[in-house]
């Protein structure tokens, strides 16, 4: 195993829910950014949230208002809950990590997508309709 490991996929029909955890293992945290992205077959890989170290979150526009990222208290495990899952969710969901510029006060930015470092191997999503 990686230091990144995803769980918690599953399939589930259209508008049930999961959530995916991804422990961090060897990572304080304290200025790195992680992310959640997603591939479904034939598609490119695409960021659906990320969460700074000052846990300042953002969302791709496909699942604003469905998905919630966030992690617990020790910083060592990074969650997304997704809601209202539709079929077109089905991908197979990867966390990463990285660090981007340095955006003051002891903050980080997230790094672009094509700059995340470390990533884990995945968790399978399924969304049936």
């Known amino acids: 195993q990686g230091p990144l490991v995803e769980s918690g996929g599953d399939s589930v029909q259209s508008g049930g829910s999961l959530r995916l955890s991804c422990l961090a293992e060897g990572f304080r945290l304290t200025a790195d950014c992680l992310a959640w992205f997603r591939q479904a077959p034939g598609k490119e890989r695409e960021e659906v949230a990320s969460?700074?170290?000052?846990?300042?979150?953002t969302y791709a526009d496909s699942v604003k208002g469905r998905f919630t990222v966030s992690r617990d208290g020790a910083k060592t495990t990074l969650y997304l809950q997704m809601n209202d899952l539709q079929p077109e969710d089905t991908a197979t969901y990867y966390c990463a990590a990285g660090r981007g510029p340095y955006a003051g006060n002891g903050d980080w930015h997230c790094p672009q997508p094509d700059r995340f470092t470390t990533w884990g191997r995945g968790t399978r999503v399924t969304v049936s309709s």
């Open positions: 969460l700074n170290n000052a846990n300042i979150a």
